[in-house]
């Protein structure tokens, strides 16, 4: 299984910026996975950022970036995607996509099964 992200780059604070995740395996059923994303800031330990579940109906979000953050998703293409408006830099860090095999939506890293290889943004102030 592999996840892409992509995405992240250098914006100023109060812009905008789309990440991606783009998932691809042989057996790995995309639609079957509940999809998240977290972040880490240097020095800092990795924290929940959100997570949609199956069909994308549900949603959840860390407590940082509710309503400026919006998680979604499009089975058609095996993609998950994170809006973020109002960017602060407090959001600069390595943001990463994450694949759970669950039913319901999950928000620790341990209960992630698949992590992708991280995009970093930098918000400036």
């Known amino acids: 299984v592999q996840l892409q992200a992509s995405g992240g780059g250098l914006v100023q604070a109060g812009g905008s910026l789309r990440l991606s995740c783009a998932a691809s395996?042989?057996?790995?059923?995309?639609?079957?996975?509940?999809m998240g994303w977290f972040r880490q800031a240097p020095g800092k330990e990795r924290e929940f950022v959100a997570a949609?579940?199956?069909?994308?109906?549900?949603?959840r979000y860390g407590d940082s970036v509710k309503g400026r953050f919006t998680i979604s998703r499009d089975n058609a293409k095996n993609t998950v995607y994170l809006q973020m408006n109002s960017l602060e830099p407090e959001d600069s860090a390595v943001y990463y996509c994450a694949a759970a095999s669950r039913s319901a939506i999950v928000s620790t890293q341990r209960q992630y099964d698949y992590w992708g290889q991280g995009t970093q943004v930098t918000v400036s102030s």
């Open positions: 949609t579940s199956w069909s994308g109906s549900s949603t």
């Open positions: 395996g042989r057996t790995f059923t995309f639609s079957s996975y509940v």
